[in-house]
């Protein structure tokens, strides 16, 4: 199994911020996912992170909104930006293991006011 | 894209007691996974099952993937088990990326 922490666990911020997740991992990976879990809704894929390439991101996500940086294989950062209050969500990251089971982060709760 | 529909959306139930958990999907998949969300929004992965039966304690899931369902099985229900149960699905030839289902809301009581 994967060890994967985050930073921070929650935050409040103000409409038109930036605020940027990270997540660690306790071995290396090839691919990182980050997850988006809106209020009372279920989880959706945001882009995927491959060390040493630019993320792809799923329909829906752009870049701009949601940049990803990959620098190692045990490290991501998710920058959610120019935030207003339709992003208060859950992020989440995760990883792909050994047994081809997903394990995730405890999470990032967001809440823009 | 692939369609995950879970059922029930919510469930009460009372320690003790038993339930199943279903999952249907659109496609043809070579990974599904049932994970537990706990109240405080953690995800616990409970099975990788694309195919076939197990078990583990209180819990037991079975996939038909000729029938694109599959079901989760919590017996003796127990109040740590509240939370929200999702499956979640990779379509074949999908590059590890997981669908997730609607959940299932569940609450066990006293």
């Known amino acids: 199994s994967a060890v994967i922490s985050q930073k921070p666990s929650r935050d409040i911020c103000q409409r038109g911020t930036s605020l940027t997740i990270q997540c660690q991992v306790d071995s290396q990976v090839t691919m990182m996912f980050w997850y988006r879990q809106q209020p009372g809704q279920s989880l959706t894929l945001i882009a995927t992170a491959n060390q040493g390439s630019e993320a792809t991101y799923e329909s829906g996500f752009v870049i701009d909104k949601f940049p990803i940086s990959r620098p190692n294989l045990t490290f991501s950062t998710l920058t959610v930006s120019n935030m207003s209050p339709e992003d208060s969500s859950i992020y989440l990251c995760?990883?792909?293991?050994?047994?081809?089971?997903?394990?995730f982060g405890p999470g990032t709760r967001l809440t823009v006011l | 894209g692939i369609q995950v529909e879970q059922s029930p959306p919510d469930l009460i139930l009372q320690e003790g007691a038993n339930s199943t958990l279903r999952c249907n999907f659109s496609?043809?998949?070579?990974?599904l996974q049932w994970f537990h969300q706990n109240p405080w929004g953690q995800l616990i992965n409970l099975f990788y099952?694309?195919?076939g039966t197990k078990q583990n304690g209180r819990l037991s899931a079975t996939t038909v993937a000729t029938e694109r369902y599959s079901l989760l099985y919590i017996s003796s229900s127990q109040t740590t088990d509240s939370g929200v149960y999702f499956c979640a699905v990779e379509r074949t030839g999908g590059g590890n990326k997981l669908t997730f289902g609607t959940g299932t809301q569940l609450k066990v009581e006293l």
């Open positions: 099952i694309p195919s």
């Open positions: 496609d043809s998949v070579n990974n």
């Open positions: 995760s990883v792909h293991g050994t047994s081809d089971t997903q394990y």
